[in-house]
């Protein structure tokens, strides 16, 4: 007979780690059992003196975090995007930085992000949450964008979102500047026939202006999206704003519109929990999904260095990551774009692992809300295209 083995109990039986040593033990293993089978077929069996016989010749999963081809979490890169329905989660870079004006360098945000990513495993220990074990991944690579035009550009991210969003895998995008707000939102619009999308927004900025520069612009996205009939403005929920670089133009939309606004004073008075009830009751009245847009520099400047307009006295990570994940855990969500990451300027990549950690969080609380996987697509998907409708508000 075997000795049984006593069973492990925490001093604090009903702490946070306590409740995550006992998820664990009832996550499965299969993904990585397939992941180390498929990397000794594809990369051959490992030297003779390897002892660890599920190590291949070469990298063809998860280790070493070092090697390997810079997918998002590495995982599969799928060169054929009319497969994009046979995933759960779609991820997409989208590497446009024609819309900044003052610092560019977004438009390598999405390399920054899937680069750091490699740091990360598919588990997180205080949810209880092993994203390869329960939901299937992809990265489509990035959305083809024109240098120097923005038009254009946008039409390209319209029409790149509207085939992942109407496949049904849940699409998360990479940014790029905050311009592709607009065209992100514009291409789920165009599969939601009569239904509506609110928008919560994370942000130090209203990004509410109809020109900047003559242009659309990275200051710009929520006047042209929040004309679309399907994404109203009152649905629009606006999360940090406040500083030195909120141009008064964007001010005078928001009240003529009525948008939805919590400065970081007002999120720190009212308490955390307070603001996910507001943001949920005013981005789900009387829509059918919500899209997050979160901008990295909504954040603290000292924990963003990299990022094209850094504003100080920003929301600290753990609130940031709280209120994201109350929200996706309490909301039916279609879509995510982390935007504004700006590697050029970032120090150790702390930027961008600061949007890998709102990405895998997202992940993780649509897994936990049973959004993920899906066993159907969500009613709000229209599968016929159809182009956006125009407020007419002007």
């Not at 879509?335 to 600061?354: A, C, R």
Request: hydrophobic share 35%; with cysteine; charged share 20%.
């Amino acid at each position: 007979m075997t000795e049984e083995q006593p069973t492990f109990r925490h001093p604090n039986e009903s702490s946070e780690a306590s409740r995550a040593l006992e998820k664990e033990q009832h996550l499965p293993l299969t993904g990585w059992q397939q992941e180390v089978s498929q990397g000794l077929e594809f990369g051959l069996e490992g030297a003779a003196s390897i002892r660890d016989r599920t190590i291949p010749t070469f990298s063809r999963g998860e280790l070493p975090h070092y090697a390997g081809i810079n997918t998002f979490l590495k995982a599969p890169y799928l060169e054929d995007v009319r497969q994009v329905g046979n995933y759960d989660i779609a991820i997409v870079g989208v590497p446009h930085d024609s819309g900044t004006t003052y610092r560019p360098g977004t438009r390598f945000g999405p390399q920054g992000i899937r680069r750091i990513s490699a740091l990360y495993t598919p588990y997180n220990f205080e949810l209880g949450v092993d994203l390869r074990e329960q939901i299937t991944l992809c990265d489509l690579g990035d959305i083809f964008t024109i240098p120097g035009n923005n038009e254009k550009s946008f039409d390209q991210i319209s029409k790149g979102i509207a085939h992942i969003f109407s496949s049904g895998a849940f699409p998360i995008v990479l940014g790029g500047d905050h311009s592709i707000g607009y065209p992100t939102v514009r291409g789920v619009c165009r599969h939601l026939g009569d239904r509506k999308v609110g928008i919560i927004h994370f942000d130090r900025h209203v990004d509410t202006q109809e020109t900047d520069l003559d242009e659309r612009m990275h200051t710009c996205p929520w006047f042209h999206a929040n004309n679309i009939k399907n994404a109203p403005a009152k649905n629009l929920v606006q999360l940090g704003i406040g500083g030195w670089q909120v141009p008064r133009q964007g001010v005078k939309v928001c009240r003529e519109r009525q948008t939805n606004i919590l400065t970081v004073t007002d999120i720190t008075e009212i308490g955390l929990d307070s603001t996910v009830d507001f943001a949920l009751e005013r981005a789900l009245d009387g829509t059918d999904c919500v899209y997050i847009s979160f901008d990295i520099d909504c954040i603290d400047a000292g924990f963003v260095p990299g990022t094209g307009w850094p504003e100080p006295g920003g929301l600290l990570p753990r609130e940031a990551l709280y209120l994201l994940g109350k929200i996706v855990q309490k909301a039916p969500v279609c879509g995510l774009e982390v935007v504004e990451v700006s590697p050029p300027y970032d120090i150790s990549d702390m930027t961008s692992l600061m949007a890998t950690r709102v990405i895998c969080d997202t992940m993780a609380h649509l897994v936990l809300s049973g959004q993920l996987p899906r066993q159907e697509k969500p009613a709000y998907i229209h599968p016929k295209a159809q182009p956006e409708f125009l407020s007419d508000w002007r």
